[in-house]
């Protein structure tokens, strides 16, 4: 869907660890976006890029750092990752053609040990 | 902040039952999205509301957006099995962000 890939698909790693999950389009949307899904909470925004270089912080930012130096990818680091970061990563982008509209990449699968 | 829920979390039905799923949000809403998860895969935008009181069909979905523009509800007529899943409402927040419903899991029996 809208060019969106995620990488890598699963990961697993132990608490400390530095980790980065990459976000890719090919379709030049300005806005992209990483949330995080876990069992009861739905869908949770971390952090959003609206330009190259231009980033801000979601609702569950703490721990996480982004980095967008390309259109086309954005970047999500743990910088230390800890077990309760175990989740489900998704990607999104929003429809320059329809306001507001997400689309959203496959997902990535970390688990923290 | 603006606050989306979503009522019910979890619904079991026979298959050919139908299925309602409502959406409230806390602030009068420019637009509301109704995305579909299906068990394993990414959200999936279905369709986006914007009047007033509007309903837009989707075969054998219908889409309604209240007229205060603060609820909404997603219902299906003759469940199939094919209809599993989470469905989440959506509405727009400052920057163009998207507060998320907690969703509405499907669970359809054969």
């Known amino acids: 869907d809208a060019g969106i890939t995620q990488s890598p698909r699963h990961k697993v790693t132990e608490t400390g660890t530095p980790v980065t999950l990459r976000c890719h389009q090919t379709?030049?949307?300005?806005?992209m976006y990483w949330y995080r899904q876990d069992p009861g909470h739905g869908l949770r925004l971390i952090h959003y890029s609206y330009g190259v270089k231009d980033t801000d912080k979601g609702e569950v930012s703490d721990g996480y750092s982004v980095s967008r130096s390309k259109t086309e990818d954005f970047l999500l680091t743990l910088e230390s990752a800890t077990s309760s970061q175990t989740s489900v990563y998704f990607c999104?982008?929003?429809?320059?053609?329809?306001?507001?509209?997400?689309?959203f990449g496959p997902g990535t699968r970390l688990t923290v040990l | 902040g603006q606050q989306v829920m979503q009522i019910p979390q979890y619904q079991h039905v026979q298959e050919g039952e139908d299925f309602t799923t409502y959406c409230n949000s806390s602030?009068?809403?420019?637009?509301i999205q109704w995305y579909k998860q299906r068990p394993g895969g990414h959200p999936v935008f279905l369709i986006q509301l914007v009047k007033s009181g509007e309903v837009k069909k989707q075969k054998r979905l219908t889409f309604q957006f209240g007229e205060a523009k603060k609820n909404s509800s997603l219902h299906i007529t003759a469940t199939q099995t094919t209809d599993v899943g989470t469905y989440f409402c959506a509405g727009p927040n400052a920057g163009n962000m998207l507060t998320f419903g907690g969703g509405t899991r499907l669970m359809v029996k054969p």
């Open positions: 379709e030049n949307h300005r806005y």
């Open positions: 602030t009068t809403l420019s637009n």
């Open positions: 999104a982008i929003e429809d320059s053609r329809r306001t507001d509209t997400q689309y």
